[in-house]
């Protein structure tokens, strides 16, 4: 995370945090500085996860019988955005689309 934070700084790529993710990640307390610091960051999107982005993820998981709905809302971003997903879990971003790129930490 921290090799992804200093690239983000050092260049203009583009980053989108899913609503989803926030949520999942954030806990409070000092542990938060370096999501906190992601998240400010001018290059950071945070897609919203609205009504019609919800009905979609519902027919992914329908679909897939992925019963993750933030991991359904990353996989779907990134192919949107044409981004690859940085994931401790690659398997589970697999599941949902295993054509993305996928970057391991």
């Known amino acids: 995370m921290r090799a992804l934070l200093e690239a983000i700084?050092?260049?203009?790529?583009?980053?989108?945090?899913?609503?989803?993710?926030?949520?999942?990640t954030w806990r409070g307390g000092p542990r938060q500085t370096r999501i906190a610091r992601l998240l400010a960051d001018r290059n950071v999107e945070t897609p919203v996860l609205d009504e019609m982005t919800a009905r979609a993820i519902g027919l992914v998981v329908g679909r897939t019988g992925h019963a993750d709905i933030v991991d359904v809302q990353v996989a779907m971003d990134a192919r949107q955005r044409g981004h690859a997903v940085v994931t401790s879990d690659r398997h589970d971003i697999h599941r949902v689309a295993p054509t993305l790129k996928i970057i391991d930490i």
């Open 9 to 24: 700084d050092r260049t203009s790529l583009a980053v989108s945090v899913p609503a989803g993710v926030v949520a999942q």
